[in-house]
């Protein structure tokens, strides 16, 4: 039986790594001390955060995932993001090397608990090299965008290319504009969210020309996110299968337009576990396994 594997971002997922609150933010003191430092627009409220996140994991459940935790750790808040500290290929889990520096422990957790499940480690990401899995972008199994910014840069996605070896056959650099500074998380998959292998949710604004138009060429379908839903984390939306989707509540514009093109839409609150953090549905689950029934 296959155990790992996702060199895709829209198959059903069946095998998915999550971190609750209780495990990352701790408690409201930690929360208080560290939420200013690691940039998060407001401080979240711990016993609000569990709750919205227990309606979260329902919706997850819904989806019949194998579900993992990591467990506490001597991490950040940032920690319950778990898709950012490592991209799983079809030949093992590769290790990130953060280009946040609060969060540069957290492949070293990952790491220990895909060794305990036995989901192999295909290598890391090694300084000056820098990636976050939040700038991967899988087109198909064979081909994979990468964002060039600030939290991953080009040593980085060279190293990658190196890893992924005869496992691609296309890895595309895309430049990611300055947008707000360093200090914000800009992704890849901040402006772009795979729902279909020909259909994606874009924020165009933000995508270079020559992969918006690469997309089209591809002759993938381009769903537009308003101006007035971006920072509502319209865009980042968490594909559980083939149009399929979970999203933040609060973008009824996108909610629509996807929703005209047959996407079956799923909402939560995430008011204190995304907003707060930028961090979206994408970016708090890692899917380790994706495949078709």
């Known amino acids: 039986m296959i155990q790992f594997g996702c ?17 990352a933010f701790i408690d409201q003191p930690t929360i208080d001390r560290q939420s200013s430092e690691l940039n998060y627009s ?26 993992h935790f990591l467990p506490t750790s001597n991490t950040s808040l940032d920690s319950i993001y778990t898709h950012d500290p490592c991209i799983v290929t079809n030949g093992g889990v590769i290790l990130c090397n953060m280009g946040k520096e609060q969060r540069s422990n957290e492949p070293d957790d990952i790491e220990k608990y895909f060794r305990v499940i036995q989901v192999p480690i295909l290598g890391r ?4 090299g820098t990636l976050e899995g939040g700038d991967i972008v899988w ?42 500074g360093p200090t914000d998380c800009l992704h890849l998959m901040s402006n772009i ?8 949710l874009v924020y165009s604004r933000l995508l270079s020309v020559s992969f918006r138009k690469y997309l089209l060429e591809r002759k993938i379908q381009l769903i537009e996110v308003p101006d007035e839903e971006y920072d509502s984390m ?16 609060g973008n009824p514009i996108t909610k629509d337009r996807l929703e005209n093109e047959g996407v079956e839409v799923h909402t939560y609150d995430g008011t ?10 994408t970016c708090l689950t890692r899917p380790f396994l994706r495949c078709a029934q």
């Open 42 to 67: 407001k401080t979240p409220n711990f016993d609000i955060a569990c709750k919205d996140y227990e309606l979260f994991l329902n919706l997850i459940k819904s989806f019949g995932p194998e579900i």
């Open 125 to 128: 990401i090694e300084l000056p």
């Open 234 to 249: 319209g865009c980042n939306v968490l594909a559980m299968e083939n149009r399929k989707v979970i999203m933040v509540e």
């Open 272 to 281: 204190e576990i995304s907003l707060k953090g930028a961090g979206g549905p």
């Open 139 to 180: 087109i198909d199994e064979r081909t994979v965008a990468v964002g060039e910014g600030y939290r991953s840069n080009m040593e980085g996605i060279n190293q990658f290319k190196h890893l992924l070896g005869d496992l691609v056959d296309t890895v595309i650099p895309v430049a990611l504009p300055h947008w707000t």
């Open 193 to 200: 969210s795979p729902i279909d292998h020909d259909l994606y």
């Open 7 to 23: 060199q895709d971002m829209v198959k059903q997922v069946r095998r998915i790594l999550l971190k609750h609150p209780r495990d």
